[in-house]
C-alpha cells in the first residue's frame, strides 16, 4: 500500500510554544489530506480536510487560528500548534487519499507540551 | 454529518474462538465502510473494507458484512489469534472522503 510518513514523531515543548508537523506521502500524490487527533484509550476525531492548494476545512470547535494547516503540494501537508498548551498534548495522525476512498495513515506525532 | 456507532467497547476471546464487532451509521448516503486495527502506540492499519454494492467480503481469517438498508456492518474475525489483540476501529466515508470513526472495540485474545 502507499506510505505516508509524519515528522517528528515525539515532540515535547512547553506552553505557548509553536510546534510544527509535516505529513508527507512518499509514493503518491495526496489530494486529499486529513488531520486526526487522539487522545488516550480513545477514537481518532478528525480535525480538519485539506485540499493541496486550497484553504482547510476544519471540523466545528477546532479552531483554524490554532491549528494552522497547509497543504502546499501533493504530497505534503503541514499542522502547526500554535500557542500549545498542555490540554494539546494528544498524538496527532494524518492521512493522504488520492483517486480513491481508501486513506493512508501516517506514524503519528507524540505531543506532550509542558 | 455521519454518526458511526461501534459495540462492544472491549471484547475478550479466547485464542480460536471468533470474534464479532457490530457498528452502525445514520448516513444513507455512505458508501464505503473501512475497518482499522491499531496497536498501541500506533498508527491504525486497514485491515479490510467494503463497499455499498457488496453485502460481503472476505479476506482469509477476516470478513465484513454490510446491511445497507439497516445501515449496520460487521467485522468477524474467525480462529483468533494473540496477535489479533488490539484496538479495532469501524469507519464511514463522510463528505469529502473524510472517515468518520466508531469509538473503538478493544480486542484481547488470552491463549
Known amino acids: 500500500g502507499a506510505v505516508v510518513s509524519q515528522h517528528p514523531s515525539w515532540v515535547i515543548c512547553k506552553s505557548g510554544t509553536s510546534v510544527k508537523i509535516e505529513c508527507r506521502s512518499l509514493?503518491?500524490?495526496?489530494?486529499?489530506m486529513f488531520w486526526y487527533r487522539q487522545f488516550p484509550k480513545q477514537s481518532l476525531m478528525l480535525m480538519a480536510t485539506?485540499?493541496?492548494?486550497?484553504?482547510?476545512?476544519?471540523e466545528q470547535g477546532v479552531e483554524k487560528d490554532k491549528f494552522l494547516i497547509n497543504h502546499a503540494s501533493l504530497t505534503l501537508s503541514t499542522l502547526t500548534v500554535t500557542s500549545a498548551h498542555p490540554e494539546d498534548s494528544s498524538f496527532y495522525i494524518c492521512?493522504?487519499?488520492?483517486?480513491?476512498?481508501?486513506?493512508?495513515f501516517g506514524p503519528g506525532t507524540r505531543l506532550l507540551v509542558l | 454529518g455521519e454518526n458511526v456507532e461501534q459495540h462492544p467497547s472491549t471484547l475478550s476471546v479466547q485464542e480460536g474462538d471468533s470474534a464479532v464487532i457490530k457498528c452502525t451509521y445514520s448516513?444513507?448516503?455512505?458508501?464505503?465502510f473501512p475497518w482499522y486495527k491499531q496497536e498501541l502506540g500506533k498508527r491504525p492499519q486497514l485491515i479490510i473494507d467494503?463497499?455499498?454494492?457488496?453485502g460481503e467480503k472476505k479476506d482469509q481469517r477476516i470478513a465484513v458484512t454490510l446491511n445497507k438498508t439497516a445501515k449496520h456492518f460487521s467485522l468477524h474475525i474467525t480462529e483468533t489469534q494473540p496477535e489479533d489483540s488490539a484496538v479495532y476501529f469501524c469507519?464511514?466515508?463522510?463528505?469529502?472522503?473524510?472517515?468518520?470513526f466508531g469509538k473503538g472495540t478493544s480486542l484481547l485474545v488470552t491463549p
Open positions: 469507519a464511514a466515508i463522510g463528505t469529502g472522503y473524510a472517515l468518520n
Open positions: 448516513d444513507s448516503a455512505s458508501n464505503y
Open positions: 485539506s485540499n493541496e492548494g486550497s484553504k482547510a476545512t476544519y
Open positions: 509514493d503518491f500524490q495526496a489530494t486529499t
Open positions: 467494503i463497499r455499498s454494492n457488496v
Open positions: 492521512s493522504g487519499t488520492g483517486t480513491m476512498e481508501t486513506q493512508y
